[in-house]
Nanobody, 123 residues
Framework: QVQLEESGGGLVQAGDSLRLSCVAS????????VAWYRQTPGKERELVAA????????YYPDSMKGRFTLSRDNTKNTVYLQMNSLKPEDTAVYYC????????????????WGRGTQVTVSG
């Protein structure tokens, strides 16, 4: 099993940038596909980005293209989410997930999750 821990969240102003980190332990992260999700109260977890370890491709839903960038450093067992030009509607708890390439594309199937980090964007 792999354990995931997010960090880097906080309170920022609209237009700011923030980089989230997700450190894995227990297993080598390079063996997993990874994804970032976000969730606001009363709503389902929403996919922000997903990276397929086998071919290196990263998928962004159309609504997330342009301001979010997923990257990973397998030597540090860490995946990052760079967020630019933040908006108040980006306020959410951000989670990282790991699993096989298909499973991480849905919040109901991704097997491994961190506890999340809160991002609050003030307007």
């Amino acid at each position: 099993q792999v354990q995931l821990e997010e960090s880097g969240g906080g309170l920022v102003q609209a237009g700011d940038s923030l980089r989230l980190s997700c450190v894995a332990s227990g297993r080598t992260l390079s063996r997993y596909a990874v994804a970032w999700y976000r969730q606001t109260p009363g709503k389902e977890r929403e996919l922000v980005a997903a990276n397929n370890w086998s071919d290196g491709t990263t998928y962004y839903p159309d609504s997330m293209k342009g301001r979010f960038t997923l990257s990973r450093d397998n030597t540090k067992n860490t995946v990052y989410l760079q967020m630019n030009s933040l908006k108040p509607e980006d306020t959410a708890v951000y989670y990282c997930a790991a699993g096989d390439p298909a499973s991480v594309l849905l919040p109901t199937t991704a097997p491994y999750w961190g506890r999340g980090t809160q991002v609050t964007v003030s307007g």
